[in-house]
């Protein structure tokens, strides 16, 4: 899967699987019910990582081939890596070429980490 076709999915089910995630009259994981899933497990561990430490939304852009995630949205109070640090994710040829990028995770389409801004 490339790039391209990666951050389409991640886009489509962010914005239609996890558009509600901020009720607080659900429980913790009923959103999951309806989530699609990206087509890359690195994408969705994020996704329920930082949903699960208080995100509500996420935005998703392209840069020059590169995918970034962050959270724009987070809980009262929500504060850690998942939250407030900027995630990117790529093709695996183009790791060499992103200043900082410190990969946490791959899979067989991307390769997926944070950006180091210290």
Not at 30 to 51: F, H, I, K, M, P
Not at 91 to 105: A, S
Request: aromatic share 12%; proline share 3%.
């Amino acid at each position: 899967m490339n790039i391209f076709k990666s951050y389409f999915i991640l886009s489509l089910a962010l914005i239609t699987g996890c558009a509600h995630i901020g009720n607080k009259s659900q429980s913790n994981t009923r959103w999951l019910d309806s989530y699609e899933a990206s087509g890359t497990l690195c994408v969705d561990g994020y996704v329920v990582n930082s949903a699960a430490a208080g995100c509500k939304h996420w935005t998703v852009r392209n840069i020059d081939g590169i995918g970034e995630i962050r959270c724009t949205e987070k809980q009262s109070g929500a504060s850690n890596h998942w939250v407030d640090k900027t995630f990117v994710f790529m093709q695996p040829t183009n790791v060499q070429e992103v200043p900082g990028f410190f990969p946490i995770c791959a899979d067989a389409s991307i390769v997926f980490g944070v950006i180091n801004l210290q």
